[in-house]
C-alpha cells in the first residue's frame, strides 16, 4: 500500500459521513445548530447575528436552528425544505453532515442526503413518538443500506415521565428497526433536549435513567467502515466517466480512460474485462494529476492506460474478469417513486447508471411496500409520490450492475424523465425488500 493511500485510510476512518432525518417540528434544525454550537463549529458574528435575531423574536435563548436555515424560505416557513452539507470536528474525529427536509413532500432530499451515509440520526418529538414520517424515513434508510442508527428522542424536557416515555419509544422503535434489519447493536437510542443541549455534547442531570453516552461521545466512537460503498468484495468497478486523447505532438497516440474507482481497487499489469462489451485486456499504467500511482482504491479518481487498443466509451465498465457482473438487458429493480405523475407499467424513461445513460421501460409493478404496516400490496396499479415498489425493468442498452446488496455503489441508478430531465426515482437493483420482514410478501 502506498503511503498517499495509507494516508488515505486513516483520513476516512476519522472522517464519519451522517445526515439527519425527521418529520417537520422534531427539532431537527435546532439540534444541528446545537451540534455546530456545542462543538465551536460557527464564528462568533453568526453567534451574534443569530442572538438579536432570537431577542427580535421574544425569545430568551438564542434560536440555534437559525444557524441551519439559510434559505429565506426555510426562514419564514420554520421548515427545512433543501438538503444542506454542514461541516464540523472533535478533537477525535471530523464529520460531515446532510442535514435534510422532514417534510414528506421533501422525501426525495432525504434519500439524496442519506445516500452515502455511514450513520443517520432520526429524530422522534417524545411528545409524538413515532410518527408515520419517522416509519417511512426508517423505511427509505433501510432500503439505502445505511449501516448505523440513531434515535434522538428530542423535547424529552417536555413530558411528564421522561423514562417511560423513553423507554415505550426505544421498545418501539427497536421492533421497528429489527423488522427492517438492523441488528440491535447498530442502532443507539438517546434522549436529548436539543434546545437545552441535554446529552447532546454533555451528559444531563436530568435523564438519571438513562445511562448511555452523549450524541457526540456516540459519534466520536461509533465504528464505521470507511467505504460506505462496498459491502462485499466485488473486485474492480471503474465506470469510465472520459476518453482522453491528446493527440498533441508530445501525446500523439496517448488514450487513457478517466473516472472513479467505484469499488475494489487495480494495479498495472492487472488483468480486466471491458463491459458491456466482455473484451478483456491488462492495464498499463495508472496516472492522475498527482502522477503515476502503484495502486488505485474505492473512491480515487485516475486514468487507466490499457495494454491493448480496444473500444471503450463513456458509460463502459472496467471490471477484474472473475468477479465481473452480468450484463444486463432486463432486472428486477426496488424504487422509491420522487415524482408527482405517478409511475405506471409501460412507461418509457431514461435510466442512468454510473455514466451510462440508456432508454428504458418499467414492464411490471410487482409490488407495493407498505411501510407504516410493513407489509406488501400484490400488483398495484401504479406508484405515486414517495412510495417504494419491486418493478421490472428493460433496458435498451445492457447496464453492468451489480445487486444492490452486495455492492450499492455499482447497484443504484436513476430513473429521469426524457422530456425534461427531471429525476423520477432513485431506484436499487434486485429485491431490496428481501430482508425486511413483510406480512403476506408477493414471492419475488
Known sequence: MSDLHERSVQSDTQLLRLATAGSVDDGKSTLVGRLLYDTKSVLADQIDA???????????????????????AEREQGITIDVAYRYFATPKRSFVLADTPGHVQYTRNTVSGAS????????????????????????????LGVPKLVLAVNKIDLVED??????????????????????????????????????????????PYYDGPTLIEYLESVPVDADVHGRHETGLRFPVQYVIRPRTAEF???????????????????????????????????????????????????TLVLADDVDVSRGDIIATP???????????????????????????LLLKHGTRTTQAIVGTIDERFDEQNLSSVPSPDS???????????????????????????????LLIDPAGGNTLAAGLVGDGLADIELGDRVPA
Do not use: M
Not at 443569530?50 to 429565506?72: E, I, K
Not at 433496458?395 to 446488496?405: F, G, W
Open 252 to 302: 500523439p497516440d496517448y488514450r487513457g480512460y478517466a473516472g472513479q474507482v467505484a469499488a475494489g481497487s487495480v494495479r498495472p499489469g492487472d488483468e480486466v474485462v471491458v463491459l458491456p462489451s466482455g473484451v478483456r485486456t491488462t492495464v498499463e499504467r495508472i496516472d492522475s494529476a498527482d502522477g503515476a500511482f502503484d495502486v488505485a482504491h474505492a473512491g480515487r479518481s485516475v
Open 383 to 413: 406508484i405515486e409520490l414517495n412510495e417504494i415498489a419491486r418493478i421490472t425493468v428493460r433496458v435498451a442498452e445492457p447496464i453492468a450492475a451489480d445487486d444492490y446488496r452486495v455492492n450499492p455503489r455499482s447497484g443504484s441508478f
Open 162 to 207: 421522561p423514562a417511560s416515555v423513553f423507554a415505550q419509544i426505544s421498545a418501539e422503535f427497536g421492533e421497528l428497526t429489527s423488522s427492517l434489519g438492523w441488528a440491535p447493536e447498530d442502532v443507539q437510542e438517546i434522549p436529548v433536549s436539543a434546545l437545552h443541549g441535554d446529552n447532546v455534547a454533555v451528559r444531563s442531570e436530568n435523564t
Open 116 to 143: 452515502t451515509a455511514q450513520l443517520v440520526v432520526l429524530l422522534v418529538d417524545a411528545r409524538k413518538g413515532v410518527v408515520s414520517q419517522t416509519r417511512k424515513h426508517a423505511a427509505v434508510l433501510a432500503l
Open 50 to 72: 443569530v442572538t438579536r435575531a432570537s431577542v427580535d423574536r421574544g425569545l430568551d435563548t438564542p434560536d440555534l436552528s437559525l444557524l441551519v436555515d439559510g434559505l429565506r
Open 322 to 348: 472473475e468477479a465481473a457482473p452480468e450484463p444486463l438487458s432486463e432486472f428486477e429493480a426496488t424504487v422509491c417513486w420522487l415524482a408527482e405523475k405517478p409511475l405506471r407499467p409501460g412507461a418509457r
